[in-house]
């Protein structure tokens, strides 16, 4: 017989990008090239302890199953922690921060006054460490529509 725990836990994975790291900005005609800094986990994971769910079975002539399920308990923020790091979790973080990253890009150079009569009309953004070139077309967020603006009432 075999022991099998299992633990589902609600989590939320946090990441950031250090601002005071080092920045690579250059253009190539109307696109604005960055290579911005690694995106981090903002660690440990959060997760919501209301929402955990716990399964435990023991097998045939085995009394184990409390200690295992204590056992697993003891690995859910190392595992998570190795979740927030994972190739297919990174791949998900990046493209969503790919965006977030050239909106707060643009959003500086207007407060700058450095992006001028629509200057540059993308932005393309890559993270340190990861492979490929700038100029990939899926990295490219095209900024040649006007940003809505937003009016803040007292």
Known sequence: GTTVSE??????FRYHVDLHDEWFI???????????????????????????????RAGWARWDASDNLLALEKTITDKLEQRSVDDETMSLVRENSREAVAKFIRRW????????????????????????????????LDFTEPEPTTTVLP
């Open 7 to 12: 633990i589902t836990v609600p989590a939320t």
């Open 26 to 56: 250059t253009s190539d005609g109307p696109r604005l090239l960055v290579l911005a800094p690694k995106i981090q986990p903002s660690l440990p994971v959060a997760f919501d302890t209301a929402g955990v769910q716990k399964k435990t």
């Open 109 to 140: 150079l207007v407060d700058q006054g450095a992006w001028g009569d629509q200057q540059f009309e993308a932005i393309a953004v890559k993270f340190e460490g990861e492979e490929g070139s700038l100029s990939l077309e899926p990295s490219t």
